[in-house]
Each structure stands twice: as C-alpha cells, then as structure tokens.
C-alpha cells in the first residue's frame, strides 16, 4: 500500500527513506520493535516491564467492511445481508501463493477515487469472477488519480480486463445478493444488479481497541494520526512530533 504521497515507481527510494528513518530514530535513542501486536490480554505485563510516563498510541485505522463513507456517515443499509469484504481482503487473498477464488458477479463500490480501488477490481476479473462492475458516486474512475497522472495507466487495465465503470451511482440499501443503486443526478434512474460479493473500498474507522484498556488502568494515552482519525500522513507525522515535543 502507498502510504505516502510519492510515486508507485519511486518505492526503491521510498523504501531507503524508511531505513534512514530508521537509523534518525534509532540515533536518537528510540528503540523499534517490529511484528510485535500488543493485545488487551498483555497489556498488564507490558505495563509491568515497560512502566511508561505516556502512551501514544498509533494503531491506525482499518476499512470499513459496512460501507461506511462520507457522503451519508452511516453504512449501507442491509449491509449486514450481503456478502461484504474490503478491498484489503482481495488485496491480501489475490497476493497469496494459493490462488483464491471470487466467483459470481463482484461489484466493487468506490468512494475513494483513488489507485487502489480500480485495481481491486482489475484483480477481481483474475480471481474467477463472472462479471466485475466498479460502482462510484463520482462521475468517473480514480478521479483522484489524474493529476498524479495514474490515470493513463490505470484505465488501459480497467477496459483490457473488462471491468463495467458504472458512475454518478450510489447505494441506496443492499439486500443479500441485490444492491439498490440509484443515479445521484437522477433518483427516479434505479437499477438492481446482481452482487455475490460486495467489495468495499469506501471509509476507515479508527482501530481504538487498546484505548479504553489503557484509560481504565489510569495510564497517560493519546491517540494520534489514523487511530484518532483516518486522515494522512501528514496529520500522522505532525501528530507523533507533537508527541515527541510534549515529553
Ligand atoms: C489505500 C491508501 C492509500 C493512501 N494514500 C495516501 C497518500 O497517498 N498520502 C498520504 O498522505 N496518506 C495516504 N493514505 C493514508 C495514510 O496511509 C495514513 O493516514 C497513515 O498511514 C496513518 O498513519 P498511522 O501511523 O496513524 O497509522 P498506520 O500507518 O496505519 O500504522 C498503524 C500501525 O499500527 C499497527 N498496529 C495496529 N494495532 C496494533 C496493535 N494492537 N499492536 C501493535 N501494532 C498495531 C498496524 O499494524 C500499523 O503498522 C492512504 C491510505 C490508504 C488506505
């Protein structure tokens, strides 16, 4: 995943920026611990050993399987009766030695605009589905992407693997495999496609498990970056050297 505003094409030095990162932090005197999840279960033990001042916590943000997104702030109703993933589930699953199959028709709902949600869809026609519909209240594709320029490489994809773009529609209410759509630009425009998988690539939601738990114990914590809301990596690094200040 791009977590940053640099190019695709650029991650071989992205990817040597994050190992200078690494030695600035280290250097001075921050000490990295990687694959190591802090559960609530543990939390009392690493509390024990590690006895901090303050906690920041940076536990971003995951995306919503409900279709949750900015336009009503509410899931989509009925979400519940159909068959909903995220769009980090096919990522995860597509990625996998063991091929993994989606089959039937997919409709992969967009309120993102962004690189990842045509591709998702691209990645749907490879992984054994019938018919691939990518769905956008916006009038066009990854709208996001023009300016970076992806566009131009992303659309040749979208027509080659045969995705349907379905534009200025949004979700009115999902009932098991039907999905309810509607012309934003014209109510009375109704139609209701098939849908065996729901594939969302609409909002993140905060990931604030460990918050309550650290609050209850009476340690110092504040959230910051996604885990206080989805937002950027500006926000994130702003936040964190606010943090760092602070002590
Ligand atoms: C598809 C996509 C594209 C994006 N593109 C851009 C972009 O171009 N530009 C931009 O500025 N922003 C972009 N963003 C947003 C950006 O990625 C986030 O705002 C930023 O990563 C937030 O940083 P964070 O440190 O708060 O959270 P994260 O980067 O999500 O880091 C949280 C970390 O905490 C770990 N964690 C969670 N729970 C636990 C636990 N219990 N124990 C231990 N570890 C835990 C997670 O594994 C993760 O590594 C994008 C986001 C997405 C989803």
Sequence with gaps: MCACNRSWRAAPSWAASRCGWRNKAAKNGAELRTDSPVLEDGLDALLDAEKPDHVVLATGSSVCVDGFQGWTAEPFDGWESGNCIGWDE???ATSRATSVSFPGDVVVI??????VVPFTAVAMTGAGANSVTLLTRWPMVGMETILDVYLDWILPKLYESGVNMLCD???RRIEGDKLHI???HHEKDESVPNADWIVMAT???????LLEPLKVRGVSTEAIGDALAPRSTYEAVYEGLRQARKL
Excluded: L, P
């Design 90 to 92: 096919v990522a995860q």
């Design 110 to 115: 967009d309120d993102m605009c962004d690189v």
């Design 169 to 171: 529609r949004f979700v």
């Design 182 to 184: 509607y012309n934003v």
């Design 203 to 209: 909002g993140r939601r905060s990931e604030t498990g």
